[in-house]
């Protein structure tokens, strides 16, 4: 059985997919590489509208804010109170 082509809603597939995903990741690696600590996330999370306040459970100290528009590949948000950006910190003194 052949395995379901997965795309964007643009219709990229394939390897033109697989090439936007590497160019975001390693865009995000780059920056991450700058914050001794947090050049390695063990667990990631995707928060949903209402849920930004999570990110106040992040350990004080080093942390990185990355603008949606600034990650290749990567939509901004539109919704109103939406941060649109990828957050990258400790919890417990895990990275993410």
Not at 29 to 38: K, N, W
Not at 47 to 63: F, I, M, R
């Amino acid at each position: 059985m052949e395995e379901p082509r997965r795309s964007l809603s643009d219709g990229i597939y394939g390897e033109e997919l697989e090439r936007r995903i590497d160019e975001a990741a390693a865009a995000i690696g780059e920056r991450l590489a700058t914050i001794p600590g947090l050049d390695a996330p063990l667990v990631a999370f995707v928060l949903g509208s209402g849920l930004g306040n999570v990110v106040e459970l992040l350990d004080p100290g080093a942390q990185l804010r990355i603008p949606y528009g600034e990650i290749p590949h990567v939509p901004t948000g539109a919704v109103a109170g939406h941060a649109g950006e990828l957050l990258a910190g400790r919890a417990a003194g895990t990275p993410v």
